[in-house]
């Protein structure tokens, strides 16, 4: 029994030792490659719709009318009222249709190497998201109060609101965690 342990275990040290030289070498997309913070597009605008630089106190920073054409960055909060409607659209991703009544913020939208990085986040509302199918590596998920959507090639529907978090995957299929 003995003889058999020691064997498995030479055996075990073996295969490690042979597999631990094949690590690959460092990419672009290692932790080494500058981090770039992207911009999202806005689209098209209807209706009442504002935003605020999430940054700064509120006090330094008031809600202001959203127009197309406009770049948001990270840490912008966006609302929409009765009836309204916004398109951003986030270059090598995908884009997010914001419905009325709806509160959400861009999280994080960065570059690192060939990997991008996009966080939305969801007060309340509901937004309709599409990842383009042939979208450049990373993630892009979008944040609730009870659970996080990471839709892949695909293209839906998200809400939230007192009574919960509904989903409708109407192409492709989303990750919920």
Not at 73 to 93: C, H, K, M, W, Y
Not at 153 to 170: P, R
């Amino acid at each position: 029994m003995r003889q058999a342990i020691l064997f498995s275990l030479v055996v075990l040290l073996g295969l490690s030792t042979a597999y631990a030289d094949d690590e690959p070498e460092a990419t672009e997309t290692d932790q080494t490659a500058p981090v770039e913070v992207l911009t999202a597009q806005v689209v098209s605008v209807e209706g009442d719709v504002q935003y605020r630089d999430g940054s700064v106190p509120i006090e330094d920073s008031p809600f202001q009318a959203l127009e197309a054409g406009m770049e948001l960055d990270e840490r912008t909060l966006i609302v929409t009222g009765l009836r309204s409607e916004a398109v951003l659209n986030f270059p090598n991703q995908g884009e997010i249709i914001i419905r009325a009544l709806t509160s959400v913020g861009i999280s994080s939208f960065r570059q690192q190497g060939d990997q991008y990085q996009t966080q939305v986040g969801m007060k309340y509302g509901s937004a309709r998201m599409r990842v383009d199918p042939d979208r450049a590596a990373g993630e892009f998920t979008v944040a609730t109060p009870v659970a996080t959507a990471a839709p892949t090639q695909s293209w839906g529907d998200l809400g939230f609101s007192d009574f919960g978090a509904a989903f409708n995957c109407v192409h492709g299929f989303f990750v919920w965690y």
